[in-house]
């Protein structure tokens, strides 16, 4: 019994030490409005260095609430954390969809959020995922099925910047190598209990 219990123990950490989700590369990036500078930046993986003010030559920026930067995947992905990099002062909305004719809100951000004080100003680094060193709880959500993520300014100083929005999960459907490892290895814990079973 005692081996059946290490193997148990086993599966669940190969589980937990490889199912940390993966950076989603294939997407494209669309636009409702005028922004200037490329928005295919925005998930280039170049974050602004923090407390640095926005440039209007590196960063992506715009102003007014109806404007849009949509992220499509190209299929149906579980979303499982976010990572930003934004103007510090100002609010933003991410939303998700499957369809782009239903959006739902997955976190809303807030000039409070974050570690970048508006006395000092300047971009701001947030991510979802609890082990990232710019965590934040207050964004954090539950993992969501979907083929767009999108962004928008909710308020502030009508001057509005981002730097980079990336998304990490798994493509619904596939089995990632961290699932192959865990069904091995409770499929090596069922033969070990089968022949203890047996020995009895």
Do not use: C
């Amino acid at each position: 019994m005692k081996f059946l219990n290490t193997i148990i123990l086993a599966a669940s950490l190969i589980t937990g030490t490889y199912a940390n989700a993966t950076l989603i590369t294939e997407s494209t990036v669309s636009t409702k409005g005028r922004f200037h500078n490329n928005t295919n930046s925005i998930n280039d993986g170049i974050l602004p260095d923090e407390y640095t003010r926005w440039t209007k030559s590196t960063n992506v920026w715009w102003r007014g609430l109806n404007k849009k930067i949509t992220l499509d995947f190209g299929g149906l992905y579980n979303i499982d954390n976010v990572l930003l990099s934004l103007d510090n002062n100002d609010s933003y909305k991410i939303t998700w969809s499957n369809d782009q004719q239903l959006w739902s809100t997955l976190f809303s951000i807030k000039p409070s959020d974050g570690e970048v004080t508006a006395r000092r100003g300047g971009m701001d680094t947030m991510s979802t995922d609890i082990t990232h060193n710019e965590y934040i709880a207050a964004l954090d959500f539950s993992s969501v099925q979907a083929r767009y993520l999108r962004i928008q300014a909710t308020g502030g100083d009508n001057s509005y910047s981002i730097g980079e929005f990336q998304a990490f999960g798994s493509k619904v459907g596939s089995i990632p190598e961290p699932t192959s490892l865990a069904i091995f290895a409770l499929g090596i814990a069922g033969l070990a209990s089968r022949r203890f079973a047996n020995k009895s």
